[in-house]
């Protein structure tokens, strides 16, 4: 299998062609995600919530995020893998972003790596990018800021915001980052900042009109109960589909009917 590269992406783009992401953060998901051909896999920082329970993504560390990108890293055969930088561990200055790079390349073997914010980090990516590492920005929603904005609603709705998301947008591409993910903004916003890049857009709750579209996987295999957001389709409801079986096995060995005779040695 031949593995999807940065460049792979931005051919995609070019000829229309949209881009899959699912986000993963073990072994036994990605290899599936990466079977079925998903064209990135991002490790992101919301493990923070899907694997540790935290309310938000702030409190995910680096060496956290390196333990997931490694599982993930060891079971994609083609899908390209991008890992966030968590919170704390870029924003301080740019010499500590690129540490934090660094040690996530070199620990996991990860493709690349994500940051969130625009002009406030452009030092930052900069540097990263100087140093060989693709970068994709995030802009909309950035869940690291959730306490600036207060609510997980939709971002960048009035015009100042609209305008600052826009000029980050053209930041990013002339930085060199090779996509752009947009969180959480009108699809109007999107389509607009889409055709204005040469570089991709993978949208989450962004609309129809990005090159690409990201869903958190929990989310999307209905394990995340009750989080039922519009832009999240969810293809599968895994969740009482567990809490089933889970209730038969109990069942099964209360009773004395697992295991049987031919399960025994
Ligand atoms: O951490 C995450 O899951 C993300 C989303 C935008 C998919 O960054
Ligand atoms: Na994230």
Excluded: W
């Amino acid at each position: 299998v031949k593995r999807i590269t940065t460049n792979t992406l931005q051919k995609m783009k070019a000829r229309g062609e949209k881009i899959a992401v699912l986000t993963a953060y073990d072994y036994s998901m990605a290899t599936v995600l990466d079977d079925a051909g998903l064209d990135v896999l991002l490790v992101g920082d919301s493990a923070s919530n899907v694997m540790a329970g935290h309310e938000t993504t702030l409190p995910i560390t680096l060496d956290q995020m390196i333990y997931h990108a490694q599982s993930v890293v060891r079971a994609a055969k083609s899908a390209l893998v991008l890992v966030d930088l968590p919170f704390g561990s870029y924003q301080g200055n740019s010499k500590e972003a690129l540490n934090s790079a660094i040690r996530v390349m070199k620990e996991s073997g990860a493709h690349g790596l994500k940051l969130e914010g625009g002009a406030e980090i452009l030092e930052s990516v900069h540097r990263i990018i100087a140093a060989g590492i693709p970068v994709m920005g995030h802009l909309g929603l950035t869940p690291q800021s959730i306490y600036k904005f207060g609510t997980y609603t939709v971002r960048a709705k009035d015009d100042a915001e609209a305008e600052k998301l826009k000029s980050d947008a053209m930041v990013l591409q002339e930085a060199g980052c090779f996509a752009l993910l947009l969180e959480k903004i009108p699809a109007k916003l999107a389509k607009e900042v889409s055709e204005s890049l040469h570089i991709p857009t993978i949208g989450i709750g962004a609309g129809m009109h990005c090159d690409g579209q990201v869903l958190v996987v929990n989310d999307m295999i209905g394990l995340t109960k009750g989080f039922r957001p519009r832009f999240l389709r969810q293809y599968l409801d895994l969740y009482d589909g567990i809490l089933d079986v889970a209730q038969l096995y109990i069942k099964d060995v209360k009773t004395g009917n697992f295991p049987d005779e031919k399960e025994q040695y």
